[in-house]
T-cell receptor
Framework: GAGVSQSPSNKVTEKGKDVELRCDPI?????LYWYRQSLGQGLEFLIY????????KSGLPSDRFSAERTGGSVSTLTIQRTQQEDSAVYLC??????????FGSGTRLTVV | AQSVTQLGSHVSVSEGALVLLRCNYS??????LFWYVQYPNQGLQLLLK??????LVKGINGFEAEFKKSETSFHLTKPSAHMSDAAEYFC????????????FGQGTELSVKP
């Protein structure tokens, strides 16, 4: 696609429910990144994929968070048993050597 | 390990005045440095980046930044502020051996007064 697409753009969920956030990277981009932007914490790295492998998942805040990437393309970030502190904007980016880094518009997650 | 410090969470300038947003970094390896801008309710847009070579980097919308290794700084400047520059600005660092992972500063909100 022309850009990085994230869905949904907004998600309101009840505390304790699981949520899935989707990222469609730019076609052909080999690397994919997830970040979280929240008040008081700024922009935090969560995890990055090279192809379908995740060499660095050091930013995942707890074992309630997981992510996968299939076919070297779409990625899903899953948050289990959501807590209010998970409320944030979740940003995805993709890149490829020589093609720079492009961010999506994010998914705003609100846990009530 | 890398880290980024942006001095001043909020900067206010008059239209036409110089914009100076400060960024200092820490990196154990030669860094790549970036400035991103975020307009309200929008994603992050790359303003400029330093990888290697010339230390004065020019970006979009008249912004530029200078990599100063001795000062571990990468301050962002624009000679004359425009109302449309009002936004949040993020400095970021990455290392060549970390797969492109970005470490961001806390951000600086720029206000431009008429």
């Amino acid at each position: 696609g022309a850009g990085v697409s994230q869905s949904p753009s907004n998600k309101v969920t009840e505390k304790g429910k699981d949520v899935e956030l989707r990222c469609d990277p730019i076609s052909g981009h080999t690397a994919l990144y997830w970040y979280r932007q929240s008040l008081g914490q700024g922009l935090e790295f969560l995890i990055y994929f090279q192809g379908n492998s995740a060499p660095d998942k050091s930013g995942l805040p707890s074992d309630r968070f997981s992510a996968e990437r299939t076919g070297g393309s779409v990625s899903t970030l899953t948050i289990q048993r959501t807590q209010q502190e998970d409320s944030a904007v979740y940003l995805c980016a993709s890149s490829s050597p020589g093609y720079g880094y492009t961010f999506g518009s994010g998914t705003r997650l609100t846990v009530v | 390990a890398q880290s980024v410090t942006q001095l001043g969470s909020h900067v206010s300038v008059s239209e036409g005045a110089l914009v100076l947003l400060r960024c200092n970094y820490s990196s154990s390896v030669p860094p790549y440095l970036f400035w991103y801008v975020q307009y309200p309710n929008q994603g992050l847009q790359l303003l400029l980046k330093y990888t290697t070579g010339a230390t004065l980097v020019k970006g979009i919308n008249g912004f530029e930044a200078e990599f100063k290794k001795s000062e571990t700084s990468f301050h962002l400047t624009k000679p004359s502020a425009h109302m449309s520059d009002a936004a949040e600005y993020f400095c970021a660092v990455s290392a060549r051996n970390q797969g492109g992972k970005l470490i961001f500063g806390q951000g600086t909100e720029l206000s431009v007064k008429p």
